[in-house]
């Protein structure tokens, strides 16, 4: 089992900025791959960017240029640093971890969620 736990959220102005923490504690081993994604009251949960073991990233485009996701895997940690904030960005972030463990010779893959912390967005 992975424990994810997020801090950071809170309220700002649009155009300011908000870092986001996330630390994983348990069976942290043979995690592949760590993100973060957001749900907007009356939305789907999306991702927003995620970053992999071995540092490769990827982002939703609608944050491109405005959000940098980074880890620290020694400390089993993520970061999203948020910058130019704007309205539509109002909604709970989750922290997710995806692990893959080997049963024998057979790969199955675990997601864990962080309760998720509120980032609000005022105009």
């Known amino acids: 089992q992975v424990q994810l736990v997020e801090s950071g959220g809170g309220l700002v102005q649009a155009g300011g900025s908000l870092r986001l923490s996330c630390a994983a504690s348990?069976?942290?081993?043979?995690?592949?791959?760590m993100g973060w994604y957001r749900q907007a009251p009356g939305e789907q949960r999306e991702l927003v960017a995620s970053?992999?073991?071995?540092?490769?990233?990827n982002y939703a485009d609608s944050v491109k240029d405005r959000f940098t996701i980074s880890g620290d895997n020694p400390k089993n940690a993520v970061y999203l640093q948020m910058n130019s904030l704007k309205p539509e960005d109002t909604a709970v972030y989750y922290c997710?971890?995806?692990?893959?463990?080997?049963?024998?010779?057979?790969?199955?893959?675990?997601?864990?969620w962080g309760q998720g912390t509120q980032v609000t967005v005022s105009s």
């Open positions: 348990g069976s942290t081993f043979s995690i592949t791959s």
């Open positions: 970053i992999s073991s071995g540092g490769s990233t």
């Open positions: 997710n971890a995806m692990q893959r463990l080997y049963s024998g010779i057979f790969p199955r893959t675990y997601s864990y």
